[in-house]
């Protein structure tokens, strides 16, 4: 152990991690993944009022909270960037809280293509239960017939689920440096 320190100290990196060193508690898999998934909410956000569809993007989102109002060319697409951005947001959080769950009960190697690779099939993950189950069983028709669910995919899994995957990958390997050097988990 005193020679890990001492490599640390001179610059060397830590041996690469694996799950054999003291795994971060719960607490920190659940915090990690909700800050994850926040910073991983703002791109996502910006490429789905963007790239993706725009005012009608911000529309479709804000529909869920304001029960369809938000789809009437009359609503303030101001009031529906606003809401639906904020949506994006809380639900990025709180999923992103969910991946942390998941991470943290995974007996894998956390190389940096894996826990990247499993942000990325989480977010098609995602996108597959909002879209192709709880859309149809809340009856948020508006969804479809608004935009193309397939435009969603990519945003699901590139601009939220590899970006969490990477945060989450960043954190890890922070844990593991202050963990080898003799801090705590954080």
């Given at each position: 152990m005193h020679t890990v320190g001492v490599a640390h100290q001179l610059g060397a990196t830590p041996p690469a991690r694996d799950w054999r060193w003291p795994?971060?508690?719960?607490?920190w898999w659940l915090d990690q993944g909700l800050a994850g998934g926040i910073l991983a909410g703002v791109p996502f956000v910006v490429f789905e009022m963007v790239a993706v569809g725009g005012g009608a993007s911000a529309r479709i989102a804000a529909g869920i909270v304001t029960a369809g109002a938000a789809l009437d060319p009359d609503y303030p697409l101001s009031s529906a960037v606003v809401t639906g951005g904020a949506l994006h947001v809380l639900l990025s959080a709180g999923f992103g809280a969910f991946f942390g769950l998941v991470m943290s009960s995974a007996e894998m190697s956390p190389s940096t293509a894996i826990v990247v690779g499993a942000g990325g099939l989480y977010g098609v993950a995602l996108w597959?239960?909002?879209?192709?189950?709880?859309?149809?069983?809340?009856?948020?028709?508006?969804?479809?017939?608004?935009?193309?669910?397939?435009d969603q995919l990519p945003a699901h899994a590139v601009?939220?689920?590899?970006?969490?995957?990477?945060?989450?990958?960043?954190?890890?390997?922070?844990?593991?440096?202050?963990?080898?050097?003799?801090?705590?988990?954080?």
């Open positions: 795994r971060p508690p719960l607490w597959a239960v909002n879209f192709l189950a709880v859309a149809p069983l809340a009856g948020w028709e508006w969804i479809r017939v608004g935009g193309d669910p397939l601009f939220y689920g590899t970006v969490l995957g990477y945060y989450m990958d960043r954190a890890l390997d922070h844990a593991h440096r202050a963990r080898a050097s003799g801090l705590r988990d954080g």
